[in-house]
């Protein structure tokens, strides 16, 4: 079978939509779902493969518009648990609209930002702005992703409005085999507090990375630890 286009996989909505759950550490409960995307065709080794090459294309906007779309409509929770929703930066600035009528009939709605690239300054302070009608209009929330990969840095942290800083899930690995990990993490948690966000720690897969993020205060994280078996639809 010929590999199909990706305008033409988006047409047909050829995706499913999962749900990652994203834990408060204290005590291992459900704070929020992350919705993830996977295609329903073997024709890429992986969805990040299909991403790239949707931005080649031009097909960013309308992928991740679809997506969006799909995890709020197969969200069955209550309106009191964050669903976490990835976006880009364009996407965002440049559909408003369409992304305000999607969260009319939702719940909490946290956007993740996902770019690999700084803003210009122009559109970094529309950003703001945006940012800030959002959250009065809909409450919605917002998570840098990725922190401590490419332009995941301080700058950008604090450089507009945020709820909430994932870190990289590279970040946490070889953990034990780092004392200078260890206190990254007790600085950046610190550091993220005393600026009034929530630190979401990714990448957790052992019992000890979980007790060390619960032993200097880490307030949520994420990973193959807390899955029940797969992934699955909610």
């Not at 976490?84 to 969260?103: A, G, H, K, P, W």
Request: charged share 30%.
């Amino acid at each position: 079978m010929n590999k199909p286009s990706v305008s033409e996989i988006i047409d047909q909505n050829l995706f499913d939509t999962i749900f990652e759950p994203i834990v408060k550490v204290e005590n291992t409960q459900v704070f929020g779902y992350e919705s993830l995307t996977r295609l329903q065709t073997d024709h890429w080794n992986a969805i990040s493969d299909f991403i790239e090459e949707a931005e080649q294309d031009g097909m960013q906007k309308a992928f991740e518009l679809l997506t969006i779309h799909n995890a709020v409509k197969c969200f069955h929770k209550n309106g009191d648990t964050p669903l976490f929703v990835n976006i880009s930066y364009d996407t965002f600035l440049e559909n408003r609209e369409e992304l305000q009528e999607t969260l009319l009939d939702n719940g909490k709605i946290v956007f993740e930002f996902l770019e690999t690239s700084r803003l210009p300054q122009e559109r970094m302070n529309d950003l703001d702005e945006q940012l800030l009608l959002f959250q009065k209009n809909h409450k919605t929330k917002f998570a840098i992703d990725d922190f401590g990969s490419g332009y995941a840095d301080l700058h950008r942290v604090f450089a507009h409005h945020s709820d909430f800083v994932k870190t990289d899930r590279l970040l946490l690995r070889d953990l034990f085999q780092s004392d200078g990990k260890k206190i990254f993490f007790e600085q950046l948690n610190i550091y993220v507090k005393k600026h009034h966000k929530s630190l979401i720690v990714e990448g957790v897969e052992t019992k000890e990375q979980l007790t060390f993020l619960q032993d200097i205060g880490i307030p949520y994280a994420q990973g193959y630890y807390f899955h029940e078996g797969d992934k699955k639809k909610i």
